[in-house]
């Protein structure tokens, strides 16, 4: 890269306006495919620095962090490892950011958050690696199931619950016939399980997540038709007249319904 085009670079990104940031992202995206690695991740760095911009402090910001996302997304697998550093840090707007670029990179992304995933002891780290693989749309993502069905049973409620949301998500990559008989019935059942859940944000993730597996062919005729039963039960519609209290869950499984 040209000094000045460094310098040109190294400018807009230090600027406080919004049109100026992305202009400086829109500058570093032209110089991609000539970037080396050294390079990339002295840019990674300036880029990564936006993800700190809260944008309800400065919602105009919003569509900069968004532009960031989707660069750091599109960059190469070197630029993975800085990434899944920074899951450590402590600043949860960064962290979800990292997490959505790192979605953003697809398969490739997969087995290095696996990886980070077993070697995180940490709940906080895991759950935002979870975050990052429902954010993977591709069927490979089929290997990231085991580990988000058991953190589906954690203890810690913000991991089950992330957990919970990226079973439904990896239902939409994976192609239908794809997970192995135990596999699948061991994801319905957690689910299940999940839907009885204290919390009732939870159960609807467990709800709508259910739905995504029936919608997308990980569903047998008779579990289909246990599901429905279930819904149906939430909603109030069977003959014990009892539903969830929670709208937010009726609202899911109202929708899972037209699945089943």
């Not at 709508?208 to 519609?237: P, V």
Request: charged share 25%; glycine share 6%.
């Amino acid at each position: 890269m040209q000094p000045e085009v460094f310098q040109t670079i190294s400018t807009l990104l230090a600027s406080t306006e919004p049109n100026e940031l992305r202009a400086g992202l829109a500058l570093i995206k032209s110089q991609l495919p000539s970037l080396g690695e050294q390079e990339g991740k002295v840019l990674l760095e300036m880029i990564s620095a936006l993800f700190y911009i809260d944008p309800l402090d400065l919602p105009d910001h919003l569509p900069v962090i968004e532009d960031a996302i989707a660069l750091v997304g599109s960059m190469g697998a070197w630029a993975i490892p800085p990434l899944l550093l920074e899951l450590s840090d402590g600043d949860v707007k960064a962290q979800m950011a990292v997490a959505q670029a790192l979605g953003h990179m697809g398969a490739r992304a997969i087995e290095p958050l696996l990886f980070e995933y077993d070697a995180c002891p940490e709940a906080g780290c895991r759950t935002f690696i979870l975050f990052a693989l429902g954010k993977v749309k591709a069927p490979e993502i089929i290997k990231a199931v085991p580990a988000a069905l058991e953190a589906a049973g954690s203890f810690d409620v913000e991991m089950r619950d992330t957990a919970t949301r990226a079973l439904g998500k990896f239902a939409e990559s994976i192609p239908a016939g794809s997970l192995s008989g135990e596999l699948r019935a061991a994801a319905i059942e957690r689910l299940r399980k999940n839907m009885a859940d204290s919390n009732a944000a939870l159960r609807a993730k467990a709800v709508r997540s259910l739905g995504k597996l029936a919608k997308h062919g990980h569903m047998t005729g008779r579990e289909r038709w246990e599901l429905a039963a279930a819904l149906r039960r939430i909603l109030g519609q069977d003959e014990a007249y009892e539903w969830d209290r929670a709208y937010v869950v009726r609202k899911e499984a109202k929708e899972a319904l037209a699945y089943v």
